[in-house]
């Protein structure tokens, strides 16, 4: 089962006291439970936020927006309660004036430890669709050239992390970030015989859904050249990918054949032959 994952940027309450915490703490266990007995003695109502724990680093984050309405010590109470825990490094804490706030303390917000901006699917949607209005059929190259360079980087950067091998061995784990990500609901189908062909099911798949509510005929493009450059860069080798089921077409999920491209030589080595053979009958 799939659960919604919400990026934090920010609370409304109407009514309610809100504040803002980030505590950086000790990336040791037990550090979650004695940091939410405090938050709990101060009468504070935890709201949206999120933690980050890297296991090769020492220490953690537990950010989030709280309701403060009905502690007695307020803010400030709840804050030096938390400094005085072992297990906290330090403490920063912003109040609203009202029952609506913008996290302004987390800047830049990355991913995989790198610079990240975070695109809602709808403007995205709205630029392919731009993309389409202004340029007409040329959308598709241009497109198909700007997605497949972003699926080569996102690649490029993996391997550099950890290694072709590492990258190549991680396919299914890697391919699922695609589903992290918000691109689509993604799961693989493989042939017993061997690796490749495989086909790539990408259901809710952004692009896709919004084409199929503007009733537009239209497979594909971006995500399809996205995953062609990361499939080509993983393995360090051309692949070709197609869209075989589209929810345009009124199929239930999004369908990609992944395959590897055959080189150029053995195309026209393979023409000729039939040449040759069908010259002879």
Not at 43 to 66: E, I
Not at 234 to 262: H, I, M, P, W, Y
Request: hydrophobic fraction near 45%; aromatic fraction near 8%; charge should be negative.
């Amino acid at each position: 089962m799939r659960y919604p994952k919400d990026v934090e940027v920010w609370e409304h309450a109407p009514g309610k006291k809100l504040a803002e915490f980030v505590i950086r703490l000790k990336n040791e266990k037990g550090v979650l439970a004695k940091c939410s007995q405090v938050i709990n003695d101060s009468n504070v109502n935890m709201l949206t936020g999120f933690m980050t724990a890297p296991g090769r680093s020492s220490t953690a984050t537990l950010s989030f927006f709280a309701d403060v309405s009905e502690s007695p010590d307020g803010v400030t109470g709840l804050k030096r309660a938390l400094q005085d825990l072992d297990v906290v490094v330090s403490v920063e804490a912003i109040a609203a004036e009202s029952g609506f706030m913008v996290d302004r303390q987390h800047f830049p917000v990355q991913w995989a430890g790198r610079k990240a901006v975070v695109l809602r699917a709808d403007a995205m949607n709205e630029m392919l669709n731009r993309l389409w209005a202004v340029f007409g059929s040329g959308a598709a190259t241009i497109i198909d050239q700007m997605a497949e360079a972003m699926g080569r980087h996102s690649a490029k950067e993996i391997v550099e992390d950890f290694g072709a091998k590492f990258a190549m061995s991680q396919l299914d784990e890697l391919i699922g970030t695609y589903s992290a990500l918000g691109f689509a609901d993604v799961s693989i189908e493989r042939s017993k015989s061997s690796e490749f062909p495989m086909v790539i099911n990408a259901k809710e798949l952004f692009e896709c859904e919004s084409n199929a509510k503007l009733k537009l005929h239209r497979r594909s493009a971006f995500f399809r050249a996205h995953l062609r450059g990361f499939m080509s860069n993983t393995f360090g080798r051309d692949f070709e990918v197609n869209e075989v089921q589209c929810l345009t077409d009124g199929d239930e999920v999004c369908s990609f054949r992944v395959a590897v491209s055959e080189p150029a030589a053995s195309v026209a080595a393979r023409m000729s032959d039939r040449t040759s053979r069908a010259s002879n009958l």
